[in-house]
């Protein structure tokens, strides 16, 4: 393989130097993307597009919600291009991908089965966003991508923000999203709301004419559901956009998304972003975790999964009625043992128990950092909970949750003044998660102990979630955050659904 200016060609053996030659030059046009604080060369700020380019647009915008990480080292904000052009071009890919998916665009081609022929889908992608080498061709981006940050020298005091940020108390309340931007040997991961910018879009629309109608759509998701940076399905890096004309880009609507086979709920409204962020937040942390919904009064979870680990690693079965300062009676009891619906929300899911030895010495680090004494530990008792295990799906043990929170521009007021609100959105393949195959990944159960070099312990679990409506229904009736909250729903994913509208 040969190489060049920093990126691969591919396999070049049996073509002339000048083959060589021209598929580096496509292939450094599919490659091209901009993001600096400078227009590209050769093109002036205006509305005119630079020679080679059809059409240019520009947009203007601000995040309305902070900014996390986003920049080439993960969790951290890039402080000389803190908003990424080819992020962004990510990220338009993905809700292209979508609607296109849907027959938003054109119909959808598909194959014998009656799915949704891939290939083609993968053809028409490349076709406008560009593409990597196949079968010896490359595909040159007919978007062009440029993003300028105003006052791009006030990112410089990131550190001194942050620490301002979170001193303010402006994180609060977002732990439940946003947890490892309260460690406190993390820095730099993120940055208030507010910071302006400008989306600059150079299209060639001469091999697909509707690619400017295409990009507007897309636009229009993105800035409803999408944004900049980490973190943003569960809200950061919210945006409000400008069009060219100055005006907010409207709302994706809920007859919209239903035409989308997505699923649209609304919560709370207003003008204030960060309540409204934080409102989202913690309904999601209500719903699976708070006092009385998600756990009882002495905090125990009222979902199934902690029972179900307790009956697989069998270390919680005939325990003793608690004791002062003894172990908790912690006997598996929820009558859906077995099922594990918060998989749903995405994975992998990290479970802790509270006699687990290692979580004891991380609330002993906690207890450290406030500067206060630790609770004794159970002493004199043997531990009879589990220790952590991790619930991972079995295809690529992360998975991408198909729930969507954000805030998001909804109208002007009379005041003349923005209103924004809280959303939830589910996405089309919500209910293919309930397929996924699940494992749990422990360090020995049962007796068994596993040696750091033999790597984790692995136990598989076979239908976590029915399948069967009715089946499902029953089991729904056993947990009671879906039962109460959920409103009938027989998939956890639209029990909160109904949670998060409804309350």
Not at 289 to 312: A, H, K, T, V, Y
Not at 392 to 402: D, Y
């Amino acid at each position: 393989m040969r190489k060049r200016a920093g990126f691969p060609i591919g396999d070049v053996r049996g073509l002339s130097e000048q083959q060589v030659e021209e598929r580096r030059r496509v292939l450094a046009q599919s490659i091209h993307d901009v993001s600096t604080d400078e227009p590209p060369a050769g093109a002036p700020e205006s509305g005119e597009p630079p020679h080679g380019w059809s059409t240019r647009l520009i947009y203007t915008g601000r995040l309305i919600t902070p900014l996390f990480g986003g920049g080439v080292e993960a969790g951290k904000v890039d402080t000389k291009m803190p908003l990424r052009a080819k992020s962004l071009r990510g990220q338009l890919r993905f809700w292209w991908r979508l609607l296109a998916s849907q027959g938003e665009f054109a119909e959808v081609r598909r194959d014998a089965d009656g799915k949704i022929d891939t290939r083609w889908l993968f053809h028409e992608e490349r076709r406008r966003w560009g593409g990597v080498a196949e079968e010896r061709k490359g595909w040159r981006s007919n978007i062009r991508i440029t993003i300028q940050v105003d006052d791009l020298a006030a990112w410089g005091t990131t550190q001194t923000q942050v620490r301002n940020f979170k001193l303010q108390g402006q994180l609060d309340g977002l732990d439940y999203a946003l947890f490892s931007a309260k460690q406190k040997d993390k820095k730099d991961l993120t940055l208030p709301n507010g910071q302006a910018f400008k989306l600059i879009f150079d299209l060639d629309s001469s091999s697909v004419t509707t690619l400017e109608k295409e990009l507007k759509l897309t636009l229009r998701w993105w800035a409803s559901f999408g944004g900049f940076g980490s973190r943003t399905r569960r809200g950061m890096g919210s945006v409000l956009i400008l069009d060219p004309e100055g005006r907010p880009l409207e709302p994706v609507s809920k007859d919209d998304a239903i035409q989308a086979s997505c699923v649209l709920k609304f919560g709370t409204a207003g003008g204030d972003t960060m309540a409204i962020l934080k409102y989202a937040i913690k309904r999601l942390q209500e719903f699976r975790q708070g006092s009385g919904i998600g756990r009882n009064g002495r905090g125990r979870s009222l979902w199934p999964e902690p029972d179900g680990i307790r009956r697989l690693a069998r270390t919680s079965l005939d325990v003793p009625a608690a004791k002062p300062n003894g172990p908790r009676n912690h006997t598996p009891c929820h009558l859906a043992t077995g099922r594990y619906p918060r998989a749903a929300f995405g994975l992998p899911i990290v479970f802790k128990f509270i006699d687990d030895e290692a979580t004891y010495q991380d609330q002993e680090r906690d207890w450290e950092n406030k500067k206060r004494p630790c609770p004794p530990k159970n002493q004199g008792t043997e531990s009879f909970d589990p220790p952590s295990a991790t619930l991972v799906s079995v295809e690529s043990e992360r998975m991408a949750s198909p729930l969507i929170l954000k805030v998001r521009y909804e109208r002007m007021v009379p005041n003349g003044k923005p209103e924004f609100q809280a959303v939830a959105l589910l996405l089309p393949w919500a209910t293919e998660v309930y397929s996924r195959k699940l494992r749990l990944r422990h360090p020995g159960w049962n007796g068994e102990s596993a040696r750091e070099s033999d790597g984790p312990h692995v136990t598989e679990i076979a239908d976590w979630w029915p399948s069967d409506l009715t089946t499902a229904r029953s089991v729904t009736a056993a947990i009671r955050p879906m039962c109460q909250k959920g409103g009938g729903a027989a998939h956890p994913l639209h029990a909160f659904l109904h949670y998060f509208e409804h309350g």
